[in-house]
């Protein structure tokens, strides 16, 4: 009887449909190369959602026109903005700056672990100064959480 009830259970169970909803998060931190300080560096995390459908065209070889959407509209205005420190000071590379973003960076890690999200993806890049009359360097780092929809 036993037995029987619990084929019974497991068969019922396989039916139910399992597939949980994901929702994903972006967190991106831009620190600044530029030399002498010059640069500004945040953590950036949007609080709004926008849908990439309303900015899409699709391009074929019979309509290839331009996708006409209207910037303003793509930008996000509710938006949290970290203030991180930039790598370089008047001195050179500062690697206390480089710690305390570090800092700032895991309690914002920390915290949305707390909040349900999971640190998922994590992808970096770096456009960096190329020589005197370059001037310009950024470290790009974005981090992608993702949790079950609540």
């Known amino acids: ?8 259970t497991l068969t019922l169970f396989s039916f139910i449909e399992t597939h949980a909803q994901v929702e994903f998060k972006v967190v991106t931190s831009v620190e600044s190369i530029v030399p002498m300080g010059l640069g ?3 953590l950036i995390s ?28 793509i930008r996000v205005k509710d938006f949290d903005e970290t203030k991180l420190l ?8 500062r690697f206390q700056n480089i710690a305390a973003n570090d800092a700032l960076i895991t309690s914002k890690i920390n ?12 992808t970096s890049a ?4 190329s020589g005197k ?9 974005r981090y992608i959480f993702k949790r079950n929809k609540q």
Not at 1 to 8: E, G, V
Not at 86 to 93: D, T
């Open 86 to 93: 930039n790598f370089y000071n008047v001195a050179g590379i």
């Open 46 to 73: 949007a609080n709004e959602e926008k849908d990439y459908k309303e900015f899409t065209s699709t391009q074929t070889e019979e309509d290839n026109g331009r996708n006409k959407s209207d910037r303003s509209e």
């Open 40 to 42: 500004r560096s945040r």
């Open 1 to 8: 009887m036993k037995k029987t009830i619990l084929i019974i």
């Open 133 to 141: 009359d370059d001037g310009q360097g950024i470290f790009i780092t």
């Open 111 to 122: 915290t949305m672990i707390l909040e349900g999200w999971e640190l998922a993806f994590v």
């Open 126 to 129: 770096v456009e960096s100064d």
